[in-house]
């Protein structure tokens, strides 16, 4: 019976036998497949990858690390030309966002780990610890004006822009509002639909407008866009709201001579005496400059004075002279990554409020990616705003990482990632649990052995 079980049969091959039986026989069956079963097999794999519970988990994570580290690098390479000229140290602007990603990673964890009704309480003190800043930051003498704008607070050593973290107090907030309409079952009704939401919206906006910061208001209104969008709001009522979003930045954009004429610098590819547009061309110089793997990392010639905010508002620009175009896709595809995982998370999920947080976190990244990308290529006029989780900026960054945060929370709450994690770590925990609690149980209760009497 050494051989056999207890019906008969042949005992089971153990277990690492079967896996490389199987990994064996897949292999062979792959080899031997024609090109066309090879894509299709080669295809389910990677839709079963892509659709696996934490699969968006992974992405967000994966996609955030890779690009703040890419970032970092490229912004002690795109400003080194910067500190030589204003005497500073070369790592200057390389430990400034250093510490701020440091503190960003900090926020990101402890968000990660803050539970969905936690959050919402969070919702309104953000909002109003936000308001009260970007009022302090548009009273003469105590908010800090930089290049035209007056966004920052400065506390001496370090400077915070109030700006930055309107967005995510638009994500938690608004997402928290439309969950409880959602509950009342109010969302039908227009009124209830626009009100609050909007009202406190374009209230963030004018405050925001204060200092002059157009480009963050634009990405405000495209948050707005992507909560209605997300409800369900009627088409007539989204055209209405678009229609008069266009017309309000119209008249922004006019009565304001500098963004009247940064809006004639797109599609520009050559110099013209008649308007103004250094920084759209060289940031396109940079680009052809390039080519298809770049001139080398600290080897661009357009940061030498002719790119002007190499390490800000155009460092996607000194990407492509450095690392060419391998360094613009890889860029893009992280990106790619990121929405796609936050879209997974959105749409993955029954709770209201997770629904709209990760979908207006995710739309805000996104639009905010996509107005600095069309920036640097010329596609759209010059907005000022960073890219997120890559340009240098202390507070984008500390923002951006807090929304990311906000996404990994999700994505770890959704009940397939729940079930996912729960079949894991309870396994690991339970292995060690029974090798190491049972025996001590065992050798703390049993009886100490009595000494067997002598018979007399």
Known sequence: ?????????????????ARLQLISATTTTFKAATPV?????LRARVRWMLE????PYYLILGSTMLLVVLGLVMVFSSSQILVMEHHLPITFFFRKQLVATMLGAVMLVLLARTPVKAMRLLAYPLLLAVMAGMLLVAIPGIGVMVNGNRNWLSFGFFQVQPSEFAKLALVLWGADLLARKHRTHTLDQWKHLLVPLVPGTVLLMMLIMLGGDMGTTMVLVAMLFGLLWMVGAPLRLFAATLGIAVVACTALIITVPHRLDRLACIGVTKPDPNINCFQALHGLYAFAAGGPFGSGLGAGVEKWGQLPEAHTDFIFAATGEELGLVGTLSVLGLFAALGYAGIRVAIGTKDPFVRYAAGAATTWIMAQAMVNLGSALGLLPIAGVPLPLFSYGGSAMLSALCAVGVLVSFARSTPAAKAALAARNPTRAGTFLA??????????????????????
Request: charge should be positive; proline fraction near 12%; aromatic fraction near 0%.
């Open 52 to 55: 696996r519970p934490l699969t």
């Open 37 to 41: 079963t090879r894509l299709r097999a």
């Open 1 to 17: 019976m050494s051989g056999e079980g207890k019906a008969g049969t042949a005992a089971p091959p153990e277990r690492g036998s």
């Open 435 to 456: 090798r190491v609690v049972p025996r001590r149980r065992t050798t703390a209760r049993k009886p100490a052995a009595r000494p067997a009497r002598r018979e007399r």
